[in-house]
Each structure stands twice: as C-alpha cells, then as structure tokens.
C-alpha cells in the first residue's frame, strides 16, 4: 500500500487516489494534426523503467488533478507538485 | 516418545486444568499450554500421515515453522481445519482431530504406499497422472493427501479489520524485540509491538540466563507489563505476514473467546520505522529415517520442557553440529532423562565438556545415521559422521535434532530486502534494506541473549533516531556467555538407499533433490515446484537450507550462487475469513437506496441492483411472472400512464460564467446554442472518439445547466469534467455540483398523464405552449420546490417532477393514488426498445462511435476541438464498412432472440457475421419480437435477411429501423 | 396535503436506543464555488453554521443561510452521522485509513469509509461524517456490524 502525498491533503493511503498515466500534450487544433499524431497522443507512452512523471487524482479526497514523480521499480515517491505550480 | 508432565515448573497454571478432546479422546492440559504441549504431555505420539507416503508423522517443533501437527480444531463456533497445533493456545472445550489418515489416523489403510516408495519418486503424480488430463486424478489424490475440510454451514463468526498508524513497529517480542521496543517507548513514540506466540518473551520463556538480575521470563513479563502501561500496544498471537510498500505491514491476529464472538483480525499497519526482531528458526540435522514420531527439534524439545514442562521422552538422543543443543542436553538430563548426544565436530569444545560433567555422554565427530520404530522411537544409531565404520544402536524414544539456525529474514526480503550467504553464520543473512525499518537479533545473525539483547536496543535507538527522537536508556544487562565452538556445517548423512527427509510436509528426501538435479531443474524455483520442496502451508520453514545445500553440492555450486526462492507473503497462512472482514452478505458491496424505497416495497417491486443503486425491475402482482409483468407494465404505459422513479438519474449542476463554453469544449453536441428551459439529448465521448455516455443537458439559465448522465456514469462524468476542467481549461470559469442525491425524480407518462397532472397543486405553467417536449421549468409543487421537465424515454407524452429527496415517499404515492401503473427498469427497457432509444453500454461497446448510432450532425455543425472530435475523423472512423445501429425483425414473431446472437449472410460458401443483436424484447405494443443490434453498415442492408446464429438454433430476421413504435414521434405530444 | 411533508433521512432510517452512532439532519449543506479563500481541509465558522474547504475553490457549508458564489442546495441529498468520541477511534480504524488524530478541531478531511467517499470532522466533542444520502441506510447496518466488535 503506497502513501501518497496530496499537494494539498497530505499523506493518504494509495486506495484514495487514482491514476491518471504520464502526461500527453493535447495537439490544438486537432484538425491539422495527422492521423500518426494523433494516434501518439492517444495512445502512445513512453512507460518507463524508473523514474517517471504522471498525473493521479486525489478522488476520494478533494479531487485535485496533481504531478508525481515516482519510481516505477521501487515504488518510492520523489514529489508530488500541484499542476499550477 | 513417552511425553509426561513434570510434577513441577513450567510456565503452567497447574490450579487451572483444562480438558480438551483429541480425536474424541478426553485430555487434560493447563491454562499456558499450547495445544502441542498438551497432546506430548499427555503422551500422544502420532498427529498425522504424511502427504504422500501416510508415513506416521508426530509433533516436530515448537512454533510456527511445525510441518506435522496440522489438525482440525473446533472450540465452540470457531473452527479452523487448518490449525497448527503449536500456536494453539490451549482452551477448556477444544475438540482437535487430525485431518489426514483414514480410518484413523493410528490406523491408516493408505499406510501401504509407503512400500510403494520406490515408485513414487519426485514429479511421480506429474509424470504419471497426464491421461486424459490431471483434472480426472487430482480430486482423489488430493482427497488421499488430507488436508483440512472447511465447513459447508456460514461461519457464524465476524472477522474484522483494522488499520493502524504507528511511529515505531517491532515484529517479534523476543528479546531483541523487547529490548527495542522499550527504547521506543521510553522515547515517546506510538510503539506496536507485535508476537506471533500466545505469551510474549520468545526465547526468553524458557531461557534460564538472567536480565537485570531477574530471571528472563521474570524480566520479559515486567517489561511486557511495562510497555503496556506506557501505552504501547502489544498483540499476542499475531503474525506480521506482510511487508508491503512504503512500510504498510499486514499481521493476522488469532483471537480468543475473551474477544466474544470475534475471530481474527486483520491489521493493516503503517508505520514509520519498523524494527524487524524475527529470530531464527532452527534447522534439523538430516539422517536417515528421520521423519518418524519422535524426531524432534533440539530447541522444541528444550522449550517444551522449560515453558511447558514436559519431558518428551525419557531416553534421548540427540545429533548436532553446533553449541545450541548442549543446553537442551543439559537440561533434559537434569529433568532425569538418559541423554546421548552425537555431535559431528571432532572436537566439540567447552560446550560438551561441560554436559559431560553433568552427566551426558558425548559422542564427537558421530551423527545419528539411523532410527527405527513404526508408530515410536525404538533406537538410533550412531556413527562416524563420514559414514565410515560401524554405527552403535543407542535405545532411545526420542532423536532431537540440532542442524543451526535459519534467520527469518522473510518480512525483511518481502520489504525488497536483498540477502547474501555467510559461510560463517551459515546462513542467508540480510545484506541492503530498502525500507524504513531496523534490523535486530537472531534474524540478522547475532547469537546469544547479551548479544541480542544489545542487538535490540541498538535498534531501538537508531528507529528512534531516525524519527528525530533522541533517547538515553540503560540496555537490559545479562552476563556474557562463553564464545561458542563454530558450528560445522554438515547437512545430510553420506549414505545412499535409505530415505533422509528434508521436507516432512511434502515428503521430499535427500533423494528426489537429487533426481531433479538429474533431469536439470537445478535452479531453485525449478527445484521447488518440481519436487514441491518448502512448498504448502509451512513454506519449509525448517527445510529450505538443508535443501539448497543438498542441490549446491550435487550441482558443485556455491549456497550462496544456488540462492534462494524468493520469500513471498503471506509468512504464514492467513484464514479466508480474516482477508475478507466484514465484506459478507448485505453488507460486501454498498448499494444506493432510492429516497422512495419503502414505496416501491409496498408496491411489491422486484428491487435488483442497477448500477450500484437497488431499483425496481419491475412490480409482478401476485402469482405474476416476471416476465408476464414486464409486459403488462409495458402495455399499460402506452395504453394508460405509467410512473416510473428515475431517482437515481444523475444530476450535476454546471455553473459559472464559462459553464456553456466549457461543456461545448466537452459534449459532442453543441450546448451553446441551447435556449434557457429547453433540454438537449447528448453525447459524451472518450478522447478516442468512443461513445462513453449519453444524458440530457437542460439549461437553467444562461450560465446554470442541469446534467443528466445515466445512473452507472454519473461518478465518471464527474470525474471526466474535472479532468478537463483542470488539466485542460484550468483559466475557465466553471464548477461542477454533483447534487444527485438531493433529488427524487419522478416520471409519469402515457395517454392519460395530463390527468395526473392535474391532480397536482403547482406554480408551474404546464401547457404545451410552455412546456412543450425537451423543455423545464422550475417552480414548485405542493408548495415545495420542484422542477418539471418533458423529456420521454418511452416514447410517450411524459413530465420528469424533481422535487428534494425527503418528499420522494408522499410524491410517489400521491402520483400513485392517481391510477398510473408503476413500471421497473425492465419494462422501460422494452418500452424504450419499441422507440430505437439506446441503453449506452447495451446497443454500445468499446468501438461504437457516434456515427454508428446515426448521430453525425454534431460534427458538421460544430467548430470547437470537443473531446474526441479528431478521433472521428480518422481512417477507422470513417470506414464505409463500420457496424451501425439498426433495427431486427425475427422472421418468427414469438421469437426472442437472446442478446449476442450473431447476425450473419452467406457470401459464396462463407457463412459471415454482420454484427450481433444488442437488445431484443417481445413487444406488447407491435405483439411481437423486436431486436436492436449493431450490423455491419446496417444502415444500407434495411430490408435486407440476415440469419440469426443462437447458440446453435438458426432463424431469420429482417434489418429495418431501430423505431419500430410510432416512427414520427406524435405520442410525444399526443 | 397534510402528508406532503418534508421526511428526514433520520426519519427514514432508524436507530436504536444506545446506538454510538447518531444520524442528524442539519440544518442545510450547501455546496459552494468560485471563492479562493481558505486552504483545503480547514473548518472555519461563519454566523449561523461552519463552512468545511474540500478543494481549493469548493467547501462545503453547513448553515442555515448559503453564502455568496456558485451554490447548490444538497442538504437533502447528505446525510450526517455523528459518532461518539469513545467509539470513534475504533470504527475510524476499522473502516479506513484516516486515524481519529488526524481529526484536530478545525480541520476536516475527505476520505474512504468504509469503501465510501466520506467527509469526517470533529465537532461539538462528536465526530461527523457526511455520506451521500442514497448510501446513508447501507453505512448505518455497517456501523451496526461494526459495534458489536467494539
């Protein structure tokens, strides 16, 4: 069970948030972006071994949308950041 | 084995007898007995049959790592088929019985495949048992095993779970547990301290050294009395099973009937520093015939005898390779018996010398190569441990066993820990941590009490160091002990032929590992599951080493490049019931009441589950089907009216000054151009252009909006629109409420609906002229507020009253009193099937874009980048060829066809499939079948015959349009 | 229309005499946007009620009269329950992870209960939690479970 730090709650336990995968930068206008484009940023991640930055959501807290950066090997938290900051 | 009680010492309540039963037999133990040192006390030998051969096996240890003693134990509604019968604290009324041997275990008819031996090597059953498939022959060879049957009644006990937070988190209250735990405590911090025995102490209970000047025993009771008087909480009869992430420990907790009707407990305990105290287990020297009743460890024969005192045997034997066994030499010895120990080092040293003098005879560089007896010990032999010479045959009626020690270093490599080999200690020891936690005492190789002792208090001091704690506290003080002579590391006798078992549990000897380093499953995890060593309930516990070693030799590798199999949780069995808690019965998934429940109760609605929320499905009358009720509420909505509780509809309130914008930027339809009190039927769409909702969106004024999700999305959308609001328009002005459950929503609908209408007290102007379909308004009814929406899902003239939940009950039967009949979800299945409307995640599935449903207008007519949008528009979404959403007319109108039934044509010799019915229905209103179902550009094949595949029955059907009731839509208005 | 009264959930749910456990209606909750003024899972008093800060621009307040911004009216669609301090300590164990000490005067927090997204703060020496009506009856035979472990 991983305890992850809200930016705004503090430590909760992993059952209260969900996760949101690594970031994708939504291509604007869609309409110029080609088909390959647009596949990548549906579907394509990097899915890294180790160090890796993705978005989770503190649903059964306040709600917020929130940037951490983890470990996908070991689990360990480095940060997690408000997406304002 | 000849096991009695002593007259005198012990950890035993001898004023509090308590009688128990063993196999229907009546016994007596005493209050601080397990149920292991009840059945030696009272001489029973044999508890069980071993897996494979149903050799007799007896009680082997003393603590967790027992392979044998696995028996059914009932105490008045607990019972556990399961239980190890050392960590069984004794109780007045338990029943135990074995679960293996048949008839009897003292009598087992099985017995005769123990002659079988020679055939029934590693991999047997796997080898043997292939025809026509391992599924015929495993029942009956499972059967033949024994294991413990579970009970097919409900378990009338209440499991519960817990979770915890805790600065400092001390597994095993030995002495190194102790020690720490008091440093924690003296330092202020929440300390848990956790023991897997009935009494806290560990090896302290029967160690005879002194602490502080105080007997140990003495010492451990008052620093347990202590630690609980400072607040920490100390649980008994616990086993820290887990180690998980981020330093979250699962420990199951064995109650007893103090505790009333509880069984175990679950614990899920977070905590900031964990202080792993977890011992060491020792490890039987291996020989031949050394699984027979009698054979027992060193170190449970000693803790049998000081904590329980029972002498299990009068004439013993015992066969070592290091110190540890000489106290319990010494010991027994004291208590009267006979003790011969044979100890495989040339020259054993201060140790031996010392029992010499007290009386046992000593037999260096020997080892037992021998034992015999069937039910009992009758003798061992004794010789050179090279296997040279002659062996002499010693009488005994007990083998103690004394091979070192095996460090539990299990929650440590749960915890990502890594381990090495230490040629030294003998063992795998821990080597990196990668969590919060302190390493102490025997688990991480230390030996003897001073050593452990300070072990423990180090580790005490760093946790707390590390929670910025600093503390100054005396360290328990206990004289130094002699330097033991080094173990000699020795494993098995050298003799072929004869059986020398390293796995009791399993029946796995010296020999199979051998077999499988023949046919090369030498890798460790290879070697498990092929010979099944340390597999089952007690993991080998007592097995694994010896076993390794035995495969490093044969393969000429080093213990330590052999490894070892990885140490997965649970450490020891956790009960069913315990995982599971209070998750049963009414009480395993939450579920959502309507406001008007106890309504639809009187009304005698069939409540199932929709969604997360319990809804009428329909109301039969009595001695009324069903199905025969769905049909008659159906007919009776289009020839009369109908109310229907569509409480559970989702409302989320969008407001703000950005509030149009933002859902344009989100729904597939435009909402911006939505007029104030008027609805819009919408689609909400996944990034990757798949339907993923359909709803209503009404506009309350200009920058408020009332949205209608399906009951199952209502959460989903929510979290959907935060997701874009947040990440995507953070600079918008927007907020979403969620106010689902603050309204009742009523729909009352049909021919005869405005007569029903009338009957109700209100400020609302409900003329068409003012309400006309796709149209709200907000007022009041009755006097408190309300809002009234004509939006049908029936296809018949319909009014949608909201009012606060708490009015739902006199609402309801006030529409009720009107005549209308009541309909369930079933029957507005049918009746919205009659009209083609579409149930998202019925007539949908993960592919279904929405111009599959005939809904492209939007696209066109729409110029912001709305979610999924781009997704349309890609080669798959426009492919000419894609599945559409049509209308199926069975060729047989009395036949329904089951949803899922394919839809196929013949093209050449090929039979193909088009697509599949999605929903389908008798319908009252056509007095026939229908069926709705996604075909292969469907919307070209209108009139077309497809041929219907139901499991195997073929029939006909004609596509056509999916509205087969009142195609231009009159009754909307009439 | 005498019979078109407002109905409490506390009506519509019985409790026992001695139950730990209390169900409330309050006076009206109201969910609020549009303000940035406080940190989220801070108490703060307002006249005539409290006003909890579930996000960054949402609270919740708990009052007879809403104040300014984007509010909704869901009074009827929350239920309150109000737990014994003595009791408190060991349902909040058995049903999540958020111990009673995280619970300080002035401060609220929104959790899992029970497999349930709740809203916990502590009050007038009780500890309250709100759950959506609609789930009010299924938590109340949870906490009739749970006490007979206590």
């Keep these: 069970m991983l305890t992850i730090s809200c930016p705004w709650c503090g430590p909760r336990a992993e059952a209260e948030f969900s996760f949101g995968g690594e970031p994708a930068i939504r291509p604007v206008p869609a309409a110029a972006v080609s088909d390959a484009q647009w596949a990548d940023y549906l579907y394509l991640r990097t899915n890294p071994k180790g160090r890796s930055t993705e978005l989770w959501c503190h649903a059964c807290g306040c709600g917020q949308w929130f940037r951490m950066d983890r470990s996908t090997v070991t689990h360990e938290i480095f940060a997690t950041s408000r997406l304002s900051a | 084995m000849t096991g009695a009680r002593l007259p005198a010492g012990g950890r035993i309540d001898r004023t509090a007898p308590l009688p128990f039963t063993w196999n229907g037999r009546a016994l007596q133990g005493y209050a601080g007995d397990t149920l292991a040192s009840a059945l030696l006390a009272n001489g029973v030998r044999v508890v069980g049959r071993s897996f494979k051969y149903h050799r ?134 929440a300390v848990m301290l956790v023991d897997e025995n009935p009494t806290p102490g560990g090896t302290l209970l029967w160690n005879e050294a002194e602490i502080d000047d105080q007997p140990a025993a003495t010492w451990a009771a008052d620093c347990v009395a202590g630690l609980v008087r400072a607040g920490v909480t100390v649980l008994t009869a616990t086993t820290a099973f887990a180690y998980y992430d981020h330093n979250t420990l699962g420990l199951m907790q064995r109650r007893t009937p103090a505790a009333g009707w509880a069984a175990d407990r679950l614990w899920s305990v977070q905590a900031r520093q964990v202080v792993l105290a977890t011992g060491a287990l020792e490890r039987p020297l291996v020989f031949p015939h050394n699984d027979r009743p009698g054979v027992m460890l060193a170190s449970a024969v000693l803790r049998y005898l000081r904590q329980h005192a029972v002498l299990v045997g009068r004439a013993v034997v015992l066969t070592t390779n290091n110190d540890s066994a000489y106290e319990t030499a010494i010991a027994l010895r004291d208590a009267g018996a006979t003790v011969t120990v044979a100890d495989v080092r040339a020259s054993p040293g201060a140790a031996a010398t010392a029992a010499r003098q007290r009386g046992v005879r000593v037999i260096a560089g020997s080892v037992v190569r021998d034992t015999g007896g069937l039910d009992a010990i009758l003798w061992a032999d004794i010789g050179p441990a090279d296997a040279s010479g002659t062996a002499e045959r010693v009488p005994c009626d007990i083998v103690a066993t004394a091979g070192g020690w095996t460090p539990v270093v299990h929650l440590f490599s749960q915890s990502g820990g890594r381990l090495r080999w230490d040629e030294a200690a003998s063992a795998f020891l821990p080597e990196i941590g990668r969590q919060a936690h302190q390493l102490a005492g025997a688990m991480q190789g230390t030996a003897g009490l001073a050593a452990c002792l300070a072990s423990g208090h180090r580790a005490g001091i760093a946790a707390c160091a590390a929670l910025d704690r600093p503390v100054t506290l005396r360290a328990p003080r206990t004289p130094e002990a002699a330097a033991p002579t080094p173990l000699q590391p020795y494993w098995h006798v050298p003799i072929k032929g004869a059986r020398q078992w390293l796995d009791l549990q399993n029946d796995v000897t010296v020999k199979d590992v051998g077999l499988a380093a023949a046919e090369n499953f030498q890798s460790v995890e290879h070697l498990k599951r092929y010979t099944t060593l340390g597999m089952a309930t007690d993991q080998g516990k007592t097995s694994n080493v010896n076993g390794l070693a035995v495969m490093a030799a044969l393969t000429g590798r080093g213990i330590g490049e052999t490894g070892t199999t990885t140490f997965r949780l649970p450490y020891a069995p956790v009960s069913l019931g315990a995982m599971a808690g209070m998750r049963f019965a009414a009480l395993h998934t939450a579920v959502r009441a309507l406001p008007a429940q106890a309504e639809h109760d009187a009304a005698g609605a069939e409540m199932r589950e929709y969604g997360g929320w319990m809804r009428p499905a329909c109301y039969p009358r009595a001695q009324e089907s069903v199905a025969a009720a769905i049909r008659r509420e159906a007919a009776a909505v289009r020839a009369e009216a109908g109310l229907f509780d569509g409480s559970s509809l989702g409302k989320i309130v969008v407001e703000g000054p950005d509030a149009a914008k933002v859902l344009d930027l989100i729904y597939y339809n435009a909402i911006a151009t939505l007029k104030p009190g008027r609805l819009r039927y919408v689609l909400l769409l996944r990034e990757s252009g798949i339907v993923y909702d359909d709803g209503v969106i009404a506009r309350l004024s200009p920058e408020r909006f009332l949205l209608s999700p399906s009951s199952s999305h209502t959460a989903g959308v929510l979290a959907m629109l935060e997701l874009w609001r947040q990440t995507e328009y953070p600079a918008l002005r927007v907020a979403f409420h969620d106010v689902t459950a603050a309204w009742a929503t009523f729909a009352v609908c049909g021919p005869r609906v405005r007569d029903i209408l009338a009957s109700i007290p209100t400020d609302i102007d409900l003329s068409d002229a003012a309400l006309p379909h796709m149209a709200l308004a907000e007022g009041h009814v009755f006097g408190v507020p309300a809002r009234i929406a004509r939006v049908s899902f029936t296809g018949e003239r319909s009014y949608e009253i909201s009012v606060p939940a708490g009015h739902a009950g006199a609402l309801w039967r006030h529409l009720l009193a009107q005549g209308p009949t009541p309909y369930g979800i079933e029957s507005l299945s049918v009746l919205r099937a009659e009209k083609g409307y579409i149930l998202i995640g019925t007539d949908t599935d993960g592919l279904t874009m929405p111009q599959d449903l005939g809904l492209s207008g939007p696209l066109r007519a729409k110029t912001v980048d709305f979610v999924g949008r781009r997704s349309l528009t890609t080669p798959d979404g426009m492919r000419a060829d894609r599945r559409q959403f049509v209308g199926l007319l069975p060729e047989n109108p009395n036949f329904v066809p089951e949803v899922g039934t394919h839809a196929a044509v013949i093209e050449g010799r090929q039979k193909r499939s088009l697509g599949w019915i999605t929903s389908s229905a008798f319908s009252p209103a056509l007095g026939r079948s229908i069926a709705l179902g996604m075909i292969e550009a469907g919307r070209a094949r209108m009139g077309e015959t497809v041929t219907l595949y139901d499991r195997g029955r073929l029939s006909k059907a004609v596509i056509c349009s999916p509205v087969f009731h009142d195609p231009a839509g009159a009754k909307l208005n009439g | 229309m005498a019979e078109f009264a407002s109905v409490s959930v506390a009506d519509q749910i019985g ?103 709740v809203l916990l703060y502590r009050r007038d020496g009780l500890i309250h939690l709100h759950i959506e009506r609609a789930l009010a009856a299924w938590l109340l035979a949870w906490f009739r479970q749970a006490a007979t472990a206590l």
């Design chain 2, 56 to 189: 007799p096996r007896g009680i082997f240890a003393a603590g967790v790592e027992e392979p044998n003693a696995i028996l059914d134990v009932t105490i008045g509604d607990r019972h556990d088929p399961n239980a190890r019968a050392t960590l069984v604290p004794l109780e007045p009324g338990l029943a135990a019985k074995a679960i293996s041997g048949w008839p009897s275990v003292a009598h087992d008819l099985y017995r005769g495949l123990d002659l079988l031996q020679r055939f029934l090597p590693a991999g047997f059953y796997y080898k043997t048992f292939m025809a026509p498939h391992w599924k015929h022959w495993e029942p009956g060879i499972r059967r033949m095993a024994g294991l413990g049957q579970a009970r097919t009644t409900p378990d009338p006990l209440l499991y519960e779970q817990r979770h915890a937070q805790v600065d400092v988190l001390v597994v095993g209250a030995g002495p190194a547990g102790l020690a720490a735990a008091r440093v924690a405590s003296a330092a202020g911090a």
């Design chain 3, 15 to 117: 409790l026992r005499a001695g139950d730990p456990v209390q169900l409330v209606d309050p006076p009206g909750v109201f969910l609020v946007t549009g303000w940035t003024a406080q940190p989220p899972n801070s108490v703060v008093e307002i006249e005539g009620g409290y006003i909890c800060w579930l996000a960054p621009d949402r609270s919740l307040a708990v009052t007879g009269t809403p104040p300014g911004g984007f509010v909704s009216d869901i009074t009827q669609g929350q239920a309150i329950f109000r737990l014994a301090e003595a009791v408190a300590a060991d349902l909040l164990a058995m049903g999540g992870t958020l111990p009673l000490t995280a619970l300080t005067p002035g401060l609220c927090a929104q959790t899992l209960f029970a497999g349930q997204k």
